[in-house]
Structures are given as structure tokens and as C-alpha cells.
Nanobody, 115 residues
Framework: QVQLVESGGGLVQPGGSLRLSCKAS????????MSWYRQTPAEKQRELVA????????NYADSVKGRFIISRDNAKNTAYLQMNSLKAEDTAVYYC????????WGQGTQVTVSS
């Protein structure tokens, strides 16, 4: 059974940077579409932040374009989200998501942007 383990969240000042990691178990990581979502207590649905396909194509939410970069290292079974120029409104729980014939979520990691 595939599992996702996220890491890298924390507290950062506005304008700062963080890098989130999402490591998947198993042998077929290269086939998966990997995404990062986020959710705040005020929102009922998770917001798609960024997605990277198995071939490396990417797409981003308008709110993070030019600031966040999604990437993947298939040799390490890991997807990353590099977050730069962070703003207070980026504060949320960030979730990693795997899509193949099925979908799987990570446990979530808190990102807090505050001075």
C-alpha cells in the first residue's frame, strides 16, 4: 500500500521561504501525478496550489504563480513545493496528493506566515 509522508512546514516571516517535501512509498512514483493543496479553517474545500504530471508538466493557482515552484525527483520518490515570497494569506495546512487510478492524501503540514 502506497503511503505519503510530508515534511517541511513551519513558521516563517512574511517574505520568507519554505520547502515542503512529500515522499511516497512503493515503486511506481514516476507514474503518479503529484499535487499540493491547502486548506484554512475558514474554507470547507481544499484549494489546489500546484500540480506536476508524470511527464513534468506543471500548473499553478493564480495566487502562487511566480512565487511557488513544484518539482519532483523520481529517483527519491519525492515531490517538492518551494514557496518563496510568502504572504500571511499563504497560511494554511498544506496537503500532498497523489493521483493515478486512485487518489491518496498526505497527513498535512502546517505553514504559518507571520511576523
Amino acid at each position: 500500500q502506497v503511503q505519503l509522508v510530508e515534511s517541511g512546514g513551519g513558521l516563517v516571516q512574511p517574505g520568507g521561504s519554505l520547502r515542503l517535501s512529500c515522499k511516497a512509498s512503493g515503486s511506481f512514483f514516476r507514474l503518479y501525478t503529484m499535487s499540493w493543496y491547502r486548506q484554512t479553517p475558514a474554507e470547507k474545500q481544499r484549494e489546489l496550489v500546484a500540480r506536476i504530471g508524470s511527464g513534468g508538466s506543471t500548473n499553478y493557482a493564480d495566487s502562487v504563480k511566480g512565487r511557488f515552484i513544484i518539482s519532483r525527483d523520481n529517483a527519491k520518490n519525492t515531490a517538492y513545493l518551494q514557496m518563496n515570497s510568502l504572504k500571511a494569506e499563504d497560511t494554511a495546512v498544506y496537503y500532498c496528493n497523489l493521483e493515478y487510478a486512485w487518489s491518496l492524501w498526505g497527513q498535512g503540514t502546517q505553514v504559518t506566515v507571520s511576523s
